[in-house]
C-alpha cells in the first residue's frame, strides 16, 4: 500500500469517491465545499489500487497554532471494513511535524463517521451545524512526537508508504478552524 500526494489529474476520481460516499453521511452543499478544498487550500493524500483512487483525505495547518485539521477521509465502498480507513488515519497522523512536543487533531466530523474516529481517542468538544441547520460533532486528539514516531514505525512495518519527505503543507487559516481552536 503506497500513499502519495494528490494531483489535479485525480480531482474526477476524488469527486466520484466523495459521491460513493455522499448517500445518507454527508449533508447537502458539502460537495460543493470539497470540491473547492480540492482546488488547494491543504494537502491531500490518495491511495491507489489498479490505476483506482480508492481513499483520499486531507489536512490543514491551522497557521500559530500546534493544530491540524483532518478532512474528508473518504474509502471506496467496496473497501470500507479493510483496514483502509485506518492506514489512511495513520497516514495522516504519520505526516505531523515531530518537532512539536504536543499537537491537536481536529475533525469536523458526520455523526455517521464519529464513532471510527472515536476508537483512535478523538473526545467530542461540541458541534458544527451543516447549511440546513443539523448539528454534527467535532473531535479533539492530542498527540505527542512520540505517538508520531510509532505510527511511522507501524507503517513502516506493515509496508504502508507515505510520502514524508514530499510533505508540503498549506498553512491554513479559516474562520471555521479559528472558532473551533
Not at 453521511?25 to 460537495?31: A, D, K, M, Q, S
Not at 483520499?56 to 465502498?77: A, K
Not at 463517521?113 to 468538544?125: C, E, T, V
Not at 473531535?139 to 513502516?156: H, K, M, N, P, Y
Request: proline share 5%; glycine share 10%.
Amino acid at each position: 500500500m503506497r500513499f502519495r500526494p494528490y494531483s489535479p489529474a485525480d480531482r474526477e476520481q476524488c469527486l466520484e469517491l466523495y459521491r460513493l460516499n455522499e448517500p445518507g453521511r454527508f449533508p447537502e452543499g458539502v460537495l460543493e465545499d470539497y470540491n473547492r478544498v480540492l482546488e488547494g487550500t491543504g494537502y491531500i493524500l490518495v491511495l491507489e489500487q489498479h490505476g483506482r483512487i480508492i481513499a483520499t483525505g486531507g489536512l490543514h495547518h491551522i497557521t500559530g497554532r500546534n493544530m491540524t485539521m483532518f478532512w474528508c477521509g473518504l474509502v471506496h465502498p467496496d473497501f470500507q471494513g479493510r483496514g483502509v480507513g485506518t492506514a489512511l488515519f495513520y497516514a495522516r497522523i504519520a505526516l505531523l511535524n515531530t518537532d512539536l512536543m504536543l499537537q491537536k487533531i481536529c475533525i469536523a466530523a458526520v455523526q455517521a463517521s464519529f464513532g471510527f474516529y472515536q476508537r483512535f481517542g478523538f473526545a467530542h468538544i461540541r458541534n458544527w451545524k451543516d447549511k440546513q441547520g443539523t448539528e454534527h460533532p467535532i473531535g479533539f486528539l492530542t498527540v505527542c512526537e512520540a505517538d508520531i514516531g510509532l505510527v511511522r514505525s507501524i507503517l513502516a512495518k506493515s509496508g504502508i508508504e507515505v510520502p514524508l519527505k514530499d510533505m508540503t503543507a498549506v498553512p491554513f487559516r479559516s474562520p471555521e478552524a479559528e472558532a473551533v481552536a
